[in-house]
C-alpha cells in the first residue's frame, strides 16, 4: 500500500504534466457523459420490475393504467348541455392528436343512451344520468361542479414524446372556445411524472448551488489558516463533475433519492479536500514541498482512504434494501465519495507543484490556534474521565434505540413531492371530492374471464366488498357496463352475456378488460393510512379464499396499492437489516485493516450516535420514509470516517510517545481545527437539502445534519474517552499479565 502512495507522489512531483493530461482527458469523457444522464420516476423506483411482483404491477399499468392524461373541467354545472356540447366538439380533434391512443368522457356514456345525441335541456340530462350507474357516473362527474376527460397515450412512449403529447393537448385546449365560466386543468399520471421530473432538475439545480455556496461561506470563515482557502471547493466540483460522467456513461439514473446524494457527496468531498488541504499546509510550513506533498499523500492518503472505504461500506449496507431507489442512492455515493477522493488526493498535490504552493506559515491564524487549543484540552479533561463520558453516552444511546422502533414508517408517496405542484393540486381537488384517488386494483386473470361464471363472480365478490368493508366507498368493473346496457339486469346465459358485451364501446370495455383472459376490478377507499392499507389488504385477500374465483380464474391485487401498502413493512425490516449490516462490514473492515484492539474503537461512538438518531427522530416528529430508512447505515459510514480519522492520527502520535493522555492530547491539537472545519463544510453542504422542493428530501436534510452534529460530537467527545478508555484496559491487562504470569511487556 506505501508503495502505491509513494509512487502516486513521485508521479505527481517528477511528472506532473502527465498526470494532468489524464485527468483532462476523465473531465472531457465525464462532460460527454454528461449528456446521457436521465431522470427516473415511477413505479421503477419503488420496486424491481424484473422480480414477478414488478412484471405483473409493470403488466397491469401498462395494460390498464396505461398513461393517462386528465382534464378536470370545473364549473358551476359540469352536465350542462354546454359543457356537453364543448366536450363533444374537442373529442374527435383531441383522439387525433399525436400520441393520443383514446379519449373517454362522460359524453361517451350519455350519447348511446340518447340515440347517439347530446340532451338539449337539462332535465333531459336528468333522465339519462339517472340511467348510469353511481359507479361509473362518479368516475366521469365527481360532482356537480366537476367533470373529467381521460385521454389515454399510445404505450412505450419516451420522455420526451410524452412532453410532445402533454404540450400537444394543452395547446389545443388553450386554443378551443372554452364556455364561459368553465375552467380547465390538466393532471393524471403523465402530467405528474412530467413535472416531478422537472421539478427534480429544478431542485437538483438549487441544492448543489445551495451546498457550494454555503461551504464557500464556511471555508471563508474558518479556513483562513491555509493558503488558497478554497482549493477543496474546485476539488469537490471536478469530483461530482466526474461522477456526473460516470452515471451518464454507465446508465445511472437520477431518482428523488439519488437527487439528494449530491449535497451529502458535496459535504463529504470537502471533508476529503479540506484533510488533504491541511496535511499540506501543516508540512509544507517545516518542509521543502516535495517531501511536503510526498509526507501528506503517504500518511494522510491512506488515512483519508481507510475513512473513505468506511464511509462506502456503510453505503453498499444500503444494497440489502428492497427499494431501488435506496440501492441507487448507495450506488451513487459510492461512486461519489470514491472520486471525490481521488480528485482530491491528485488535484490539490497536482495543483499545488504548479503554482509552487506556499504556506501562510506558523501562528498566522490565531483562531486555529485557539481551536486546536480549546479541542485538545477539551479531549484531556474527557480522556482522564472516560467511564462517566461513556456511560452518559450509551445511556442516551440505549433510550434511542427503544424510541426508534415506535417512529411511524409513511409510503405516501404525494406527501414527497412539492405541495404546490399543479399535477398534484389538481389531483388532491379530484381528491377531496371523490375519497383516495388510489384505486385497489384486482388483476383477475384465466382461460375466459368473460365467462358467465367469472362475470357473475365478480359481481357477487364486488358487492361482498361494498357491504362488508366501512372504508370501501365503490367497487366498478365491467359488470357495471354490462348491466348499463342491458337495462340493469344481469344476462342470464353466456349468448345474452356475449351480445351485451359486442354493445359496449371499445374505449369503454378497455378500461376493465383486455382480451377475454384478463379483467380489473377497481376497490375505491376513503382516504387510507399507511397501516390501514396493510389491514386492508390482508382483509381484500382473505375474502378472495372466502369466496373463491371459478376453476381456471384467479385474482391478484396489484397497481400502486399493493406496491406501497407492501413497501412498508420491507422498509421496516431492511432499515434494521441495513444498520447491522452497516454495523458488521465496519467491525470486519476496522479488524482487517488495523489487527489490534483499537479497531473496534469507532464502533462505540457510531453505537452512539445510531441510537441518538432515534431519539432526535422521535423528538422532532420525523417519519420514516424510503430516503430517512437508509439514515442508520449512511450514519454508520460517515461517522466511521471523523472516528477513523481521529484514530489514525493518534496511532501515528502513539508511535512518538508512551503516555497516551499525550497522544490524544497531540492528535486533537494537530487535526482538531481540520476535523472542525471539515465537519461544519459538510454540516453546511447536507443543509443544503433543506432548500429543497421535494418534501422526502427536505426532511432527509434535517435527519442527516442532525446525524453529523453528532458524527462530529463522536469524534471530538466520545473518542478520546473510548481510546483512553481502551488503553487503560490493555495496561490493566499486561499489568496483571507480568505480575500473574511474569510476562514482560515492551514499555
Same mark, same amino acid.
Given at each position: 500500500?506505501?508503495?502505491?502512495?509513494?509512487?502516486?507522489?513521485?508521479?505527481?512531483?517528477?511528472?506532473?504534466?502527465?498526470?494532468?493530461?489524464?485527468?483532462?482527458?476523465?473531465?472531457?469523457?465525464?462532460?460527454?457523459?454528461?449528456?446521457?444522464?436521465?431522470? =427516473?420516476?415511477?413505479?421503477?423506483?419503488?420496486?424491481?420490475?424484473?422480480?414477478?411482483?414488478?412484471?405483473?404491477?409493470?403488466?397491469?399499468?401498462?395494460?390498464?393504467?396505461?398513461?393517462?392524461?386528465?382534464?378536470?373541467?370545473?364549473?358551476?354545472?359540469?352536465?350542462?348541455?354546454?359543457?356537453? $356540447?364543448?366536450?363533444?366538439?374537442?373529442?374527435?380533434?383531441?383522439?387525433?392528436?399525436?400520441?393520443?391512443?383514446?379519449?373517454?368522457?362522460?359524453?361517451?356514456?350519455?350519447?348511446?343512451?340518447?340515440?347517439?345525441?347530446?340532451?338539449?335541456?337539462?332535465?333531459?340530462?336528468?333522465?339519462?344520468?339517472?340511467?348510469?350507474?353511481?359507479?361509473?357516473?362518479?368516475?366521469?362527474?365527481?360532482?356537480?361542479?366537476?367533470? #373529467? +376527460?381521460?385521454?389515454?397515450?399510445?404505450?412505450?412512449?419516451?420522455?420526451?414524446?410524452?412532453?410532445?403529447?402533454?404540450?400537444?393537448?394543452?395547446?389545443?385546449?388553450?386554443?378551443?372556445?372554452?364556455?364561459?365560466?368553465?375552467?380547465?386543468?390538466?393532471?393524471?399520471?403523465?402530467?405528474?411524472?412530467?413535472?416531478?421530473?422537472?421539478?427534480? %432538475?429544478?431542485?437538483?439545480?438549487?441544492?448543489?448551488?445551495?451546498?457550494?455556496?454555503?461551504?464557500?461561506?464556511? #471555508?471563508?470563515?474558518?479556513?483562513?489558516?491555509?493558503?488558497?482557502?478554497?482549493?477543496?471547493?474546485?476539488?469537490?466540483?471536478?469530483?461530482?463533475?466526474?461522477?456526473?460522467?460516470?452515471?451518464?456513461?454507465?446508465?445511472?439514473?437520477?431518482?428523488?433519492?439519488?437527487?439528494?446524494?449530491?449535497?451529502?457527496?458535496?459535504?463529504?468531498?470537502?471533508?476529503?479536500?479540506?484533510?488533504?488541504?491541511?496535511?499540506?499546509?501543516?508540512?509544507?510550513?517545516?518542509?521543502?514541498?516535495?517531501?511536503?506533498?510526498?509526507?501528506?499523500?503517504?500518511?494522510?492518503?491512506?488515512?483519508?482512504?481507510?475513512?473513505?472505504?468506511?464511509?462506502?461500506?456503510?453505503?453498499?449496507?444500503?444494497?440489502?434494501?428492497?427499494?431501488?431507489? /435506496?440501492?441507487?442512492?448507495?450506488?451513487?455515493?459510492?461512486?461519489?465519495?470514491?472520486?471525490?477522493?481521488?480528485?482530491?488526493?491528485?488535484?490539490?498535490?497536482?495543483?499545488?507543484?504548479?503554482?509552487?504552493?506556499?504556506?501562510?506559515?506558523?501562528?498566522?491564524?490565531?483562531?486555529?490556534?485557539?481551536?486546536?487549543?480549546?479541542? %485538545?484540552?477539551?479531549?484531556?479533561?474527557?480522556?482522564?474521565?472516560?467511564?462517566? /463520558?461513556?456511560?452518559?453516552?450509551?445511556?442516551?444511546?440505549?433510550?434511542? !434505540?427503544?424510541?426508534?422502533?415506535?417512529?411511524?414508517?409513511?409510503?405516501?408517496?404525494?406527501?414527497? @413531492?412539492?405541495?404546490?405542484?399543479?399535477?398534484?393540486?389538481?389531483?388532491?381537488?379530484?381528491?377531496?371530492?371523490?375519497?383516495?384517488?388510489?384505486?385497489?386494483?384486482?388483476?383477475?386473470?384465466?382461460?375466459?374471464?368473460?365467462?358467465?361464471?367469472?362475470?357473475?363472480?365478480?359481481?357477487?365478490?364486488?358487492?361482498?366488498?361494498?357491504?362488508?368493508?366501512?372504508? !370501501?366507498?365503490?367497487?366498478?368493473?365491467?359488470?357495471?357496463?354490462?348491466?348499463?346496457?342491458?337495462?340493469?339486469?344481469?344476462?342470464?346465459?353466456?349468448?345474452?352475456?356475449?351480445?351485451?358485451?359486442?354493445?359496449?364501446?371499445?374505449?369503454?370495455?378497455?378500461?376493465?378488460?383486455?382480451?377475454?383472459?384478463?379483467?380489473? /376490478?377497481?376497490?375505491?377507499?376513503?382516504?387510507?393510512?399507511?397501516?390501514?392499507?396493510?389491514?386492508?389488504?390482508?382483509?381484500?385477500?382473505?375474502?378472495?379464499?372466502?369466496?373463491?374465483?371459478?376453476?381456471?380464474?384467479?385474482?391478484?391485487?396489484?397497481?400502486?396499492?399493493?406496491?406501497?401498502?407492501?413497501?412498508?413493512?420491507?422498509?421496516?425490516?431492511?432499515?434494521?437489516?441495513?444498520?447491522?449490516?452497516?454495523?458488521?462490514?465496519?467491525?470486519?473492515?476496522?479488524?482487517?485493516?488495523?489487527?489490534?484492539?483499537?479497531?473496534?474503537?469507532?464502533? +462505540?461512538?457510531?453505537?452512539?450516535?445510531?441510537?441518538? $438518531?432515534?431519539?432526535?427522530?422521535?423528538?422532532?416528529?420525523?417519519?420514516?420514509?424510503?430516503?430517512?430508512?437508509?439514515?442508520?447505515?449512511?450514519?454508520?459510514?460517515?461517522?466511521?470516517?471523523?472516528?477513523?480519522?481521529?484514530?489514525?492520527?493518534?496511532?501515528?502520535?502513539?508511535?512518538?510517545?508512551?503516555?497516551?493522555?499525550?497522544?490524544?492530547?497531540?492528535?486533537?491539537?494537530?487535526?482538531?481545527?481540520?476535523?472542525?472545519?471539515?465537519?461544519?463544510?459538510?454540516?453546511?453542504?447536507?443543509?443544503?437539502?433543506?432548500? =429543497?422542493?421535494?418534501?422526502?428530501?427536505? $426532511?432527509?436534510?434535517?435527519?442527516?445534519?442532525?446525524?453529523?452534529?453528532?458524527?462530529?460530537?463522536?469524534?471530538?467527545?466520545?473518542?478520546?474517552?473510548?481510546?483512553?478508555?481502551?488503553?487503560?484496559? @490493555?495496561?490493566?491487562?499486561?499489568?496483571?499479565?507480568?505480575?500473574?504470569?511474569?510476562?514482560?511487556?515492551?514499555?
Amino acid at each position: 500500500m506505501n508503495s502505491i502512495f509513494s509512487g502516486l507522489a513521485n508521479l505527481i512531483v517528477h511528472k506532473p504534466g502527465l498526470v494532468s493530461k489524464v485527468v483532462l482527458v476523465m473531465m472531457v469523457v465525464s462532460l460527454f457523459g454528461m449528456t446521457m444522464l436521465s431522470m =427516473a420516476t415511477g413505479n421503477a423506483t419503488y420496486t424491481d420490475i424484473t422480480s414477478p411482483r414488478g412484471i405483473m404491477l409493470e403488466h397491469y399499468t401498462d395494460t390498464f393504467e396505461k398513461e393517462s392524461v386528465i382534464l378536470i373541467l370545473e364549473c358551476d354545472d359540469s352536465t350542462s348541455p354546454q359543457v356537453l $356540447n364543448y366536450l363533444n366538439t374537442i373529442t374527435p380533434s383531441l383522439q387525433h392528436l399525436q400520441y393520443v391512443n383514446s379519449v373517454t368522457s362522460i359524453v361517451d356514456v350519455i350519447k348511446p343512451l340518447h340515440n347517439g345525441t347530446i340532451p338539449s335541456s337539462s332535465q333531459e340530462i336528468k333522465e339519462v344520468k339517472s340511467k348510469i350507474p353511481d359507479s361509473i357516473l362518479s368516475k366521469l362527474v365527481p360532482s356537480q361542479l366537476m367533470t #373529467l +376527460v381521460q385521454i389515454t397515450l399510445q404505450p412505450g412512449l419516451s420522455d420526451d414524446r410524452k412532453t410532445v403529447a402533454l404540450n400537444n393537448i394543452q395547446s389545443f385546449i388553450d386554443s378551443t372556445s372554452i364556455p364561459p365560466g368553465v375552467s380547465i386543468h390538466i393532471s393524471g399520471q403523465a402530467a405528474f411524472q412530467q413535472q416531478m421530473k422537472q421539478e427534480m %432538475s429544478k431542485s437538483m439545480g438549487i441544492l448543489i448551488g445551495a451546498a457550494l455556496i454555503l461551504m464557500v461561506i464556511v #471555508l471563508s470563515l474558518l479556513f483562513s489558516y491555509v493558503n488558497h482557502r478554497f482549493l477543496p471547493i474546485l476539488m469537490v466540483a471536478v469530483g461530482l463533475l466526474l461522477t456526473f460522467g460516470f452515471m451518464g456513461l454507465f446508465g445511472i439514473q437520477i431518482s428523488m433519492t439519488v437527487m439528494a446524494a449530491f449535497p451529502v457527496l458535496l459535504g463529504l468531498g470537502i471533508d476529503y479536500a479540506i484533510q488533504i488541504h491541511s496535511r499540506l499546509e501543516e508540512e509544507a510550513r517545516d518542509h521543502p514541498l516535495s517531501e511536503a506533498i510526498t509526507t501528506t499523500i503517504t500518511k494522510t492518503g491512506p488515512a483519508v482512504m481507510y475513512a473513505m472505504f468506511a464511509t462506502a461500506i456503510g453505503f453498499a449496507a444500503m444494497y440489502v434494501s428492497p427499494v431501488p431507489m /435506496i440501492q441507487g442512492f448507495g450506488l451513487v455515493s459510492i461512486i461519489g465519495v470514491m472520486f471525490c477522493y481521488l480528485t482530491s488526493l491528485v488535484g490539490i498535490p497536482l495543483i499545488a507543484v504548479f503554482i509552487q504552493y506556499k504556506p501562510k506559515g506558523h501562528g498566522t491564524s490565531k483562531m486555529a490556534d485557539t481551536i486546536d487549543n480549546g479541542l %485538545s484540552k477539551t479531549a484531556v479533561w474527557i480522556a482522564k474521565r472516560p467511564v462517566p /463520558i461513556l456511560m452518559v453516552v450509551l445511556f442516551v444511546a440505549i433510550i434511542g !434505540i427503544q424510541a426508534d422502533t415506535m417512529i411511524p414508517v409513511s409510503t405516501d408517496e404525494n406527501t414527497f @413531492v412539492p405541495s404546490d405542484m399543479p399535477a398534484k393540486v389538481n389531483m388532491e381537488k379530484v381528491t377531496r371530492v371523490l375519497g383516495s384517488t388510489t384505486s385497489i386494483p384486482l388483476l383477475i386473470t384465466g382461460s375466459d374471464v368473460l365467462s358467465l361464471d367469472a362475470i357473475q363472480w365478480i359481481q357477487t365478490f364486488s358487492e361482498f366488498e361494498k357491504e362488508t368493508k366501512s372504508k !370501501i366507498i365503490g367497487v366498478s368493473s365491467i359488470v357495471d357496463y354490462i348491466l348499463l346496457y342491458n337495462d340493469g339486469v344481469m344476462p342470464r346465459t353466456q349468448s345474452e352475456l356475449n351480445t351485451v358485451l359486442d354493445k359496449i364501446p371499445d374505449t369503454q370495455k378497455e378500461q376493465f378488460v383486455n382480451g377475454r383472459m384478463e379483467t380489473v /376490478i377497481q376497490i375505491s377507499t376513503v382516504d387510507l393510512e399507511t397501516d390501514q392499507m396493510t389491514s386492508i389488504k390482508k382483509q381484500i385477500e382473505g375474502d378472495l379464499v372466502f369466496i373463491t374465483p371459478p376453476p381456471g380464474v384467479q385474482a391478484h391485487i396489484t397497481g400502486s396499492f399493493e406496491l406501497f401498502s407492501t413497501l412498508v413493512p420491507e422498509l421496516v425490516d431492511s432499515k434494521e437489516l441495513m444498520i447491522y449490516l452497516g454495523f458488521l462490514f465496519i467491525v470486519v473492515f476496522l479488524i482487517v485493516v488495523y489487527r489490534n484492539v483499537n479497531a473496534v474503537s469507532p464502533i +462505540v461512538p457510531i453505537i452512539a450516535i445510531v441510537g441518538w $438518531n432515534g431519539v432526535a427522530m422521535y423528538v422532532f416528529g420525523i417519519d420514516y420514509n424510503p430516503m430517512t430508512a437508509c439514515l442508520g447505515s449512511m450514519t454508520i459510514g460517515i461517522a466511521a470516517e471523523w472516528t477513523i480519522l481521529v484514530m489514525e492520527r493518534y496511532l501515528e502520535e502513539r508511535e512518538v510517545t508512551s503516555d497516551p493522555i499525550e497522544a490524544i492530547k497531540n492528535s486533537v491539537r494537530k487535526i482538531g481545527s481540520a476535523i472542525l472545519v471539515s465537519g461544519l463544510a459538510t454540516f453546511f453542504g447536507f443543509s443544503a437539502l433543506l432548500f =429543497a422542493t421535494f418534501p422526502i428530501i427536505s $426532511n432527509f436534510g434535517l435527519t442527516t445534519i442532525i446525524a453529523l452534529a453528532f458524527s462530529l460530537i463522536g469524534a471530538i467527545v466520545v473518542m478520546p474517552a473510548i481510546l483512553s478508555f481502551i488503553d487503560q484496559i @490493555v495496561h490493566g491487562v499486561e499489568k496483571i499479565e507480568e505480575e500473574v504470569l511474569h510476562i514482560p511487556h515492551k514499555p
